[in-house]
């Protein structure tokens, strides 16, 4: 609308100083990891420039950057392609991990998987589903106890004794206060991606 175009008009004015206001989108783990790093590196460089750091689920912010209503997106690269008209900037691969008990005995982690309560990573998130791909092509069907959409509730939960759980490494900071072992997966080539996503062509 008019007042979108105002706000290029005004960026595009001030491009030599990058300043203006930008809007990026960011999933729960980025928010943590991530943007504050963004904003510590930028600030002193560009202070003209004005970030505001929207929180949300990365099917959410892909559709607002395709909307326009985000001018870029920190998130988790969907299992689809990517729209032709955005660009994807891959920052960190993520490998599934079982995580389980600090004290809790045995160190394989099939074995873990096997025996020990499961706590699920909603499928509704593309971790969770590497998740449940990865454990039927190795013929595993876990114990669920717990299905949860936070990986920083599963950590949590997974500390409290209630299971182990199969999820991305995901880049700190993870919760504090907890104790857990991290145990790579065999033949685990299903990595999460990280990137960066913005509009191809837009001005900001």
């Given amino acids: 609308g008019v007042l979108r175009t105002v706000r290029d008009l005004h960026l595009h004015a001030m491009e030599r100083t990058f300043g203006g206001d930008l809007r990026l989108g960011a999933n729960v783990t980025a928010m943590t990891s991530f943007v504050p790093e963004i904003m510590a590196a930028i600030a002193p460089r560009y202070p003209s420039l004005n970030i505001e750091a929207i929180p949300g689920d990365s099917g959410d912010i892909y559709a607002q950057v395709l909307s326009g209503d ?3 997106a920190i998130l988790v ?7 032709k008209n955005c660009r994807f900037t891959l920052l960190r691969k993520e490998p ?6 600090a004290l809790l005995p045995g160190s394989n982690p099939l074995d873990l998987l096997r025996t020990q309560p499961f706590i699920r990573l909603s499928p509704g998130n593309v971790g969770g589903r590497l998740a449940d791909r990865y454990l039927r092509r190795m013929g595993i069907r876990p114990e669920t106890r717990f ?3 936070s990986l920083a509730a599963i950590a949590v939960a997974v500390d409290r004794g209630l ?4 999820v991305p490494d995901w880049r700190p900071p993870w919760p504090g206060g907890i104790s857990l072992r991290k145990l790579p997966v065999p033949r685990g080539d299903g990595d999460r991606h990280i990137g960066l996503l913005w509009m191809h062509g837009a001005v900001r």
Avoid: H, M, N
């Fill in 70 to 72: 985000l001018d870029a």
């Fill in 96 to 101: 599934l991990v079982v995580i389980a008990p």
């Fill in 163 to 166: 299971g182990v759980a199969l």
């Fill in 147 to 149: 299905e949860l959409t």
């Fill in 77 to 83: 690269k969907p299992d689809f392609p990517v729209a």
